[in-house]
């Protein structure tokens, strides 16, 4: 079996401090996580202006590379961001430009398809079954599917939700409410990977990933 797939997604409001101080245990946590070879980190900054987001994609770019890591960064919404910083990806919300409009973005930045577009990823957030099946259908390379056990102000799909949207054909992960001590439960009903916030951000992430990567 191939191991777990790990996706941290950025929060910078849930640190303590200034602004200023914030952004650098933002960074910090993104050097730590690509030091652990974590799969995928999300830059999920959905307050900064354009200008802001660029500059804090090209210094996560720039402490992910620092550790020669195999970690990609993809940019929450943001299409335009992510190709100009020069980040792995785009991760779409559902509200968002599809799937495959993001894909056509990307070759016509590129000026080709190939090979340039065939490693640049696009992720897509998916709440049901039905936008499993929509994304996958559109040549999503991942999505997460999400809220599994936890919703603020709303309720929880569950795990029988998250087993039956992990039938097609593209990896899911699970997100929402995932601990180190219910993670194993989302790999048990065909998750792929598991994705979080504070997952990440309140633990060491070396542990985080020895104890989803081995279990």
Request: net charge negative; glycine share 6%; hydrophobic share 40%.
């Amino acid at each position: 079996m191939p191991r777990a797939l790990l996706y941290y997604i950025t929060d910078r409001t849930q640190f303590p401090g200034t602004e200023t101080q914030r952004r650098q245990n933002l960074l910090d946590k993104i050097h730590e996580a690509a030091s652990c070879a974590v799969d995928y980190i999300q830059l999920r900054e959905k307050d900064l202006s354009s200008r802001d987001l660029e500059k804090l994609g090209r210094d996560a770019l720039d402490a992910i590379r620092s550790e020669q890591s195999p970690t990609r960064l993809l940019i929450n919404s943001r299409s335009d961001i992510a190709l100009a910083v020069g980040a792995d990806g785009v991760h779409l919300r559902s509200h968002d430009i599809s799937v495959a409009d993001a894909k056509e973005v990307a070759k016509l930045a590129f000026g080709h398809p190939e090979p340039e577009t065939r490693n640049w990823l696009v992720a897509a957030s998916c709440h049901s079954e039905e936008e499993v099946l929509r994304a996958a259908s559109a040549g999503a390379d991942f999505v997460v599917f999400a809220p599994v056990f936890e919703k603020a102000g709303g309720s929880p799909t569950g795990l029988d939700p998250l087993h039956r949207a992990c039938r097609y054909i593209v990896p899911v992960l699970a997100l929402g409410g995932v601990t180190l001590e219910n993670a194993q439960s989302c790999l048990d009903a065909g998750a792929a990977g598991i994705a979080g916030i504070r997952l990440f951000q309140e633990n060491d992430i070396a542990n985080v990933v020895r104890r989803v990567t081995t279990a």
